[in-house]
């Protein structure tokens, strides 16, 4: 009898496994694909690796900028898809081995559950005292709407297919869509973005969207926001969309089309009602602070409990539940404040509350906003869009939230991560020194503007 | 053997208390009976006494801390005993490195029927459990972070009279919110926040958990006034008496009804209805900071003029915050009067684990029929809150038929 079995292998699974084993548990994990999930295998890991590709390929496309020139420069996509399975192949590699080195059985198959402390395995039945539910999510479909991988395909799709549609509609403009927006269009696709909100990745600050809505529109990315999806029609050689935009309705004729509108949580193998899990209407599991479900001895993480469906997140929840189920006081995840990052050039990144929250929850707010344009290490990376802007409330101090577009932000959120951690406030992060020249400095100069004596703006 | 102080449970909800300050110091020579700290419970401060002679060995909880009833706050020693060890936590299974001596231990609950968790071999800066470190003597430095340093600089509010909960028994900023006086709003605001209260919290929790597990029925009567008012000015009229609310007679009237009643001087058990035979009076008295319930014992038993006396003093003693543990705890049964404020009627929420409440309102002035007549009289209304896991309607009823009877024949009060 397992102490713990752990249903799905993703970063929210393997990492809860692995803090079970620390912590003395007898622990099992189920997986019926691939080690590390949707995140390593179809998600995170090779988008980012393509979207480097992408980014180079920007770079040698603006190449006269830096004094280089080329005959016959040849993007190959193949390669690209070739070197980004690599990278997935050696991740997942990585988590086999951390199994093993963590002593936890890894049962191949899909978990099948319909009573309390039991989980069939292929045809084999697995005692245990307590179940963690790390299923996660996949690509929400429109109805009637088919994935033949071909016309019609996902992101799942997207990171194993090699070749380039020369018209590309994608669906849903948020971090999936723009991220793959950005990859197809810098490999020469001509990329239509329908988006259903009035601006693109509609969950970050406005000006932020703003921004990117501008620098998508200037490289010849064809943006629709407030468009609605009426109908998608396949024919032999592409694909018809038809779109009802606040100006009228269009139709889109391209080769492909790319949904990326959404997921929905996996729960196909569990009898949720039997065992007593409760869900919302969106099909998510219910859980608490401690991540238990409202099933006795049954605890559910990451995607599938519709949070905030990214990798990290779902590795800290699995981290509050094994801590929560072995006794220990595991801390509330306050999931406003953990960070989000959208890979495209440029990156964004943000976590916390945005201007209009803060106000609206009541605080007096100052914000700081420092743009990439003077900032010396942009400027010498010639990758000057963008800004960090700093939320915080002005009777303090209190760090409530940054919001950042520009060159690599993503890397610049755990400064301000840490900070809110420790409950530092802006004068914390004035009297740390901030390394010459990076792009950090843009987050002092931010911090130093909110308190009203910036010095390089 | 040394011997562990353990957070008493001063209170029928009580889950934790505060610990206000040490008056032994660690190596200081206690006597049996001796006040050896100063606690803080939701309702009031308390003193601790040792139990036996001997020496205070280690304080396990510095002041400010926030400790869990029944969880040690100290070790005494008896005359030649020493304290070698550091105050063990749940064994830990060898298995996995034992302790390196680190003083933060986690507060860790042994799973029911299970070998004990092997503990992680965290570096004591690690631990993520909340509440200070045990074993850190009282009057060391303290954690706290900037934000919470800051907040508390500016209302004036010294750190060293907070307990930490953040990571490592850090100070935290909702700690100082909890400890600071409520703030005034800023102008620049149109809402304002007020932080919750300790009394605040203390009647969320008690009234919540109230209101949805108790069954309530509610039974309201229309009582008669007059005689009850012209009595109570025929007592206030004598010399040497002590001036008589309507309250008062009101509590003796409650009182006498539940001896006749005792289903609605009892408690909802797990088998059984526990009757509790004294009728312990709670009196609601309202404070700004919201309410208390000081209670009057053997209300049952105590002339008008004793009822009256008390009821002052307890009131007196509330506003001040100088009710003893003892005044608020044994309560049976709870009358709340909010008469004083012009209230035609209203409901109250049953105090677990009273089986009761009498919410009484205003007596007012209106149109009555006696006598086939029609007058001007006193009428006052008041709805009956029961358990009705312990009660019926018809009992609710009858009981109030009769408290009504005493009033409206309030000679009856004195026989």
Redesign the interface.
């Known amino acids: 009898m397992h102490d713990l079995i752990v249903v799905g292998a993703g970063p929210g699974g393997y990492v809860a496994a692995i803090r079970a084993a ?4 007898k622990t099992a994990i189920v997986e019926r694909e691939s080690l590390g999930g949707v995140c390593l295998n179809w998600g995170c890991i090779p988008t980012k690796a393509l979207l480097r590709n992408a980014e180079i390929a920007e770079l040698l496309h603006h190449g006269d900028k830096y004094g280089f020139s080329f005959d016959n420069l040849t993007l190959d996509f193949s390669k690209a898809i070739e070197r980004s399975q690599s990278v997935v192949s050696l991740q997942t590699k990585g988590i086999g081995f951390l199994m093993k080195k963590n002593k936890i059985d890894v049962l191949t198959g899909s978990a099948t559950i319909t009573r309390p402390g039991k989980v069939e395995v292929g045809g084999q039945t697995h005692p245990t005292k307590r179940i963690l539910l790390a299923t996660g999510a996949q690509t929400r479909l429109l109805p009637g709407v088919a994935v033949d991988g071909k016309r019609i395909f996902t992101a799942r799709e997207a990171v194993a297919r090699t070749d380039l549609p020369p018209r590309l509609v994608i669906l849903g403009g948020g971090p999936i869509g723009v991220e793959f927006a950005y990859v197809y269009h810098h490999y020469g696709s001509q990329v239509t973005l329908v988006e259903g909100k009035d601006r693109l990745v509609p969950q970050e600050d406005e000006e932020i969207s703003q921004l990117l809505g501008k620098i998508y529109a200037q490289k010849g990315i064809k943006v629709l926001t407030s468009s609605m999806v009426k109908e998608i029609q396949t024919t032999a050689d592409g694909v018809t969309v038809q779109v009802e935009t606040a100006r009228g309705d269009q139709t889109i004729q391209a080769d492909a089309c790319l949904m990326a509108i959404g997921i929905v949580p996996n729960t196909q193998d569990i009898d949720m009602k039997r065992l007593g899990i409760q869900t919302d209407e969106r099909g998510y599991i219910v859980i608490d602070d401690q991540c238990k479900t409202t099933a006795a001895d049954v605890w559910a993480i990451g995607d599938v409990t519709g949070k905030l469906p990214l990798a990290h997140v779902a590795s800290m929840q699995g981290i509050v539940a094994v ?1 929560a189920m ?6 509330v995840l306050n999931y406003q404040d953990l960070p989000r990052a959208t890979y495209c050039r440029p990156q964004i990144a943000s976590l916390g509350l945005t201007e209009s929250q803060a106000k609206a929850k ?1 605080h ?1 707010v100052a914000v700081g906003k420092c743009p990439f344009r003077p900032v010396g290490k942009a400027q010498a990376l010639g990758e000057t869009d963008g800004f960090v802007k700093l939320v915080a409330d002005a ?4 760090i409530l939230g940054v919001h950042m577009i520009g060159p690599d932000v993503s890397e610049l959120l755990a400064e301000v991560g840490v900070a809110k951690t ?4 802006l ?2 992060i004035d009297l740390t020194v901030h390394a010459h020249p990076t792009l950090s400095e843009a987050v002092k100069e931010a911090a130093l503007a909110a308190l009203g004596r910036p010095i390089h703006i | 053997m040394p011997s562990q102080v353990l957070m008493p449970k001063m209170g029928y909800d009580m889950a934790e208390g505060k610990i206000l300050r040490w008056i032994k110091q660690e190596g200081d020579p206690v006597n049996k009976g001796e006040a050896i700290a100063e606690i803080e419970t939701e309702k009031v401060n308390i003193e601790i006494e040792a139990f036996e002679a001997g020496t205070l060995g280690r304080i396990l909880a510095g002041p400010g801390s926030v400790v869990p009833v029944g969880d040690p706050i100290a070790v005494i020693l008896k005359p030649g005993e020493k304290l070698d060890t550091p105050p063990a936590a749940p064994q830990a ?1 060898p298995a ?1 490195g034992a302790g390196e001596g680190n003083e933060a231990v ?6 029911d029927g299970e070998q004990a ?2 503990q ?1 071999k965290l570096p004591p800066q690690e631990t ?3 509440g200070p470190a045990p074993g850190e003597p009282h009057g060391t430095r303290f954690k706290a ?4 340093r ?2 508390a600089k ?1 209302m004036g509010v010294d750190l060293r009279d907070i307990g930490g909960t ?2 490592g028994g850090r100070i ?2 909702r700690d100082v919110m909890r400890a600071r006086p409520a703030a005034p709003a ?1 102008a ?2 149109a ?1 304002e ?1 007020v932080p919750l209260t300790k009394m605040r919290r203390a009647i969320a929790r008690a009234m919540t958990g109230s209101k949805a597990p108790v069954p309530h029925f509610y039974v309201t009567v229309a009582v008669d006034m007059d005689k009850a008012m012209a009595f109570r000015k025929q007592l206030n009229d004598m010399q040497g008496m002590p001036k008589v609310s309507l309250n008062d007679l009101i509590v003796k009237a409650a009182a006498l009804a539940l001896k006749k009643f005792p289903n609605l001087n009892a408690s909802y058990g797990e088998d059984a209805i526990d009757r509790h035979g004294d009728v312990n009076v709670s009196i609601a008295v309202a404070l700004p900071e919201g309410l208390i319930n000081p209670v009057l014992h053997q209300a049952d038993r105590k002339l008008i003029s004793e009822i009256s006396r008390e009821s002052k003093a307890l009131a007196e003693a509330a506003r001040n915050g100088r009710l003893k543990p003892e005044d608020v705890m044994g309560g049976t049964f709870t009358v709340s009067n909010l008469g004083m404020f012009d209230v035609e009627n209203f409901s109250a929420i049953i105090t677990p684990p009273q089986a009761a409440a009498l919410a009484v309102a205003s007596a007012q002035q209106v149109p009555v029929v006696r006598d086939g007549q029609l007058t001007i009289g006193w009428v006052m209304k008041a709805t009956l809150s029961a358990d009705h896991r312990v009660t019926d309607g018809a009992e609710g009823a009858q009981f109030m038929a009769e408290w009504k009877r005493l009033l409206e024949e309030p000679l009856r009060l004195v026989v």
């Open positions: 620390q912590l003395g548990l801590e072995t006794g220990h006081t595991p801390p009541g007096q009777q303090y101090g209190e420790l409950e530092g406030t004068a914390e | 299974t996995v986690p507060q860790l609950r042994r799973l968790v092997a992680p993520r459990t909340p972070s900037p934000l919470a800051r907040i500016e953040g990571p935290v900023k800023p620049a605001l809402a926040r």
